[in-house]
């Protein structure tokens, strides 16, 4: 049975991905540093307790991370994927966001994209495995006053190119960028509460709907699929068709 790891698993788009791994056949660590949403998460799963294991995570701590990846091997014996998800945004004005705000978002979301790489990368080459960064549509079209959020995902997209050159042929490195997906339903309680979308929100996109987070899962499943060994250092952008001006450089 194969393994992966789900970072920031507790919520959202990371929550359902592991709901797809395990009816899928895999064993999946989730790291996650909301304590909240991993006891919620812990309840939810307990059915399937033998399959996960719950690792408390910051993937901005080297220490941490590196703490988690010797958990995971401890307790499943190998690590076949990596599903890079954890992030956070904070969304400010240039003239309010402080250094610190900066630093806290390029931590969490780039830097630790690097370190939770840096950290499996020799077991995923025992296993021909393949890490999958879920990166976003704001790396190349950006919304107001979203900068070290924007800036950390361009980081990510380059950052898959480079791991995929380096790893390769061992590692495979593939990117998601996902554009509006409609989480709002998938946080923890606290915080649970269902957007009301308007039928524009929905006819704006191409294919008429926003997206679900079921979307992102099938992508990971398909990219992480060894029958599919031939797509390495690539960006896959779901998004319904909103993303029709790209610039190429």
């Known amino acids: 049975m194969k393994t992966a790891i789900i970072t920031g698993g507790g919520q959202g788009i990371g929550r ?3 709901q797809y791994l395990l009816t899928h056949g895999y064993r999946v660590a989730i790291w996650e540093t909301d ?6 998460l812990r309840e939810a799963f307990k059915a399937s307790s033998a399959q996960i294991l719950f690792v408390s995570c910051d993937v901005s ?3 941490n991370v590196r703490k988690a990846a010797e958990q995971t091997i ?12 954890a992030a956070i945004m904070i969304e400010k004005p240039l ?9 806290r978002v390029i931590s969490t979301n780039l830097t630790g994209t690097f370190l939770c790489a840096k950290h499996t990368a020799a077991y995923l080459a025992t296993q ?5 960064n879920i990166c976003s549509t704001r790396a190349f079209q950006s919304e107001p006053d979203t ?3 924007s800036a950390s995902k361009g980081g990510v997209l380059s950052l898959t190119h480079s791991l995929a050159v380096s790893l390769g042929p061992d590692v495979r490195v593939n990117a998601i960028s996902p554009g509006w997906i409609d989480v709002s339903a ?9 957007d009301d979308l308007r039928p524009e929100d929905h006819t704006q996109h191409p294919v008429g709907r926003v997206g679900q987070a079921d979307d992102i899962a099938r992508m990971i499943l398909f990219l992480i699929a060894p029958e599919n060994s031939f797509i390495t250092g690539q960006n896959f952008v779901v998004d319904g068709g909103m993303t029709r001006k790209m610039i190429y450089v």
Do not use: P, R
């Open 61 to 63: 701590s080297e220490a």
């Open 128 to 132: 021909k495995g393949s890490i999958i």
């Open 74 to 85: 401890s307790h499943f014996g190998q690590i076949d994927a990596l599903i890079n998800n």
């Open 16 to 18: 359902v991905a592991t």
């Open 147 to 149: 900068f070290a959020y």
């Open 186 to 194: 998938l946080k923890k309680k606290a915080k649970a509460k269902s």
């Open 95 to 103: 003239d309010k966001l402080t250094l610190d705000e900066w630093n």
């Open 35 to 40: 304590t909240d949403a991993l006891a919620e």
